[in-house]
């Protein structure tokens, strides 16, 4: 089983930043796939960003260029820096983790909420 639990959301006024974290547990390694996925009100959730078993990172064309993905495997923790903010940024943000056993697992979510 894999928990992953999510900090550092809140409330940023536009052009801010924050960055998110996500830590791990269970039975992890070191190559699973790790995204952030985001879910307005009354919108389907979102692919942010996804950094790969592999090393390779991808990003919405939204955030492309103002948000970053990172990852410590050594503290089981994956980041998300986001710049720039902007107020169709505002949602609740998702970790998510798919390791190299099949396992899928969603965090439990932080609320980013950007002011105009």
């Known amino acids: 089983q894999v928990q992953l639990v999510e900090s550092g959301g809140g409330l940023v006024q536009t052009g801010g930043s924050l960055r998110l974290s996500c830590a791990a547990s269970?039975?992890?390694?070191?190559?699973?796939?790790m995204a952030w996925y985001r879910q307005a009100p009354g919108k389907q959730r979102e692919l942010v960003a996804m950094?790969?078993?592999?090393?390779?990172?991808n990003y919405a064309d939204s955030v492309r260029g103002r948000f970053s993905i990172s990852r410590d495997n050594t503290k089981n923790t994956m980041y998300l820096q986001m710049n720039s903010l902007k107020p169709e940024d505002t949602a609740v943000y998702y970790c998510?983790?798919?390791?190299?056993?099949?396992?899928?697992?969603w965090g439990q979510g932080t609320q980013v909420t950007v002011s105009s």
């Open positions: 269970g039975r992890i390694f070191c190559r699973d796939d």
């Open positions: 998510w983790r798919y390791t190299v056993i099949g396992v899928v697992a």
């Open positions: 950094f790969t078993g592999t090393g390779l990172t």
